[in-house]
C-alpha cells in the first residue's frame, strides 16, 4: 500500500482513536490494519470535504451543510426522523435494511470523499446521537454513502468495532466502492467481542450486493490473538446468516452459547 494513501486513511481514523482509552488503541490499530488489508490501494482517493456543519432551521426541520457545493446535508424532522438531502432527492437515513438508524451526531460528523476511477462518492460520517453517544454504543459509526457519479444513489451503512470509514474500500479490480460489514461471533469470558464475522459487499446501480468468488459470498473470520487480530478467508458465516433470516436488527447483542461448559449446566 503506498504510503500517502496509508497516511491519508490514517488522518482520517485520527478523531476515532483519539476517543478511545490508551489501553485500547493497540488493540483496535491492529483491528483497523487487519481490515484494511482486504482493500486496494491503486486509484483510489480518499478525503476529507469538511468536519464543520452549519445549522440552519426552517418549517422542514433543521439541515445541516457544508460549504461544499453540491454535497450531501443532512436534515433532522420531527420525531427522531432524518435524511439525507441532495439537489432534489431526499433518502430516509433513519429508516434502513439493518434496522432504525439513530441520528448522527452533527458535532462529530464529517463528509468524506471516496474516488474511483469512474466512481465518485460522498460520505456524511460520524457517531450516533443520544444512547450511541455513551459506553459500549459508541463503538458504531454511521456511514451514509451517495454515489454522486450521475443520478444518486444512496446507501445507508454502520460499522462496527470504532471502524469508522475503514469499512469501506476497494476489493482488487472492483470497479466500485466495497464495504466490509462487521457482525460480532463471540465474546471472551470477560465480555468484551474477540471474534467478529465479515462479509463483502459491493456499491451497485440496484443496492448493496454481497461479492461472490466461486458461487459463496466473499466473507472473512476476524479473531482476536492476544493483543493482535488475525483475519483469515472462510465459507461460513452462521452467525451473520441467522441474523438476517430472522430479520434481526444490526444491534441484536450475541445469544448466549447453551451450556457451553459442563460446569455451566444446572440442575
Not at 470477560?190 to 467478529?196: H, L, M, P, R, S
Request: glycine share 6%; hydrophobic share 40%.
Amino acid at each position: 500500500m503506498p504510503f500517502t494513501h496509508r497516511f491519508c486513511r490514517y488522518l482520517l481514523a485520527f478523531p476515532l482513536l483519539a476517543a478511545l482509552p490508551l489501553a485500547q488503541a493497540d488493540t483496535h490499530e491492529s483491528l483497523s490494519a487487519a481490515v484494511e488489508s482486504l482493500w486496494s490501494s491503486e486509484q483510489v482517493s480518499t478525503s476529507v470535504l469538511s468536519s464543520q456543519f452549519t445549522q440552519q432551521d426552517t418549517k422542514a426541520g433543521s439541515h445541516y451543510r457544508t460549504e461544499v457545493k453540491n454535497s450531501p446535508a443532512y436534515l433532522e424532522t420531527a420525531e427522531e426522523a432524518a435524511w439525507v438531502v441532495i439537489g432534489r432527492k431526499r433518502f430516509n437515513a433513519v429508516a434502513t435494511p439493518w434496522g432504525d438508524f439513530p441520528r448522527l451526531d452533527m458535532r462529530s460528523a464529517r463528509l468524506l470523499e471516496f474516488k474511483l476511477p469512474k466512481k465518485h462518492y460522498q460520505v456524511l460520517a460520524g457517531p450516533g446521537a443520544g444512547l450511541f453517544g455513551v459506553g459500549d454504543w459508541q463503538r458504531y459509526g454511521f456511514l451514509h454513502v451517495v454515489d454522486v457519479s450521475a443520478a444518486p444513489l444512496y446507501y445507508p451503512l454502520y460499522a462496527d468495532a470504532y471502524l469508522g470509514e475503514h469499512v469501506l474500500g476497494r476489493l482488487p479490480d472492483s470497479p466500485v466502492l466495497n464495504y466490509a460489514r462487521l457482525v460480532p461471533a463471540s465474546r471472551s469470558r470477560n465480555g468484551e467481542i474477540d471474534a467478529y464475522e465479515i462479509t463483502l459487499y459491493a456499491l451497485e446501480r440496484k443496492g448493496l450486493e454481497p461479492v461472490l468468488r466461486n458461487g459463496l459470498p466473499l466473507s472473512y473470520a476476524l479473531k482476536r490473538e492476544g493483543d493482535a487480530w488475525g483475519i483469515d478467508r472462510v465459507e461460513r458465516t452462521p452467525v451473520t446468516t441467522t441474523r438476517d433470516e430472522e430479520h434481526r436488527a444490526f444491534t441484536t447483542p450475541l445469544r448466549p452459547p447453551l451450556f457451553s461448559r459442563k460446569e455451566d449446566r444446572r440442575p
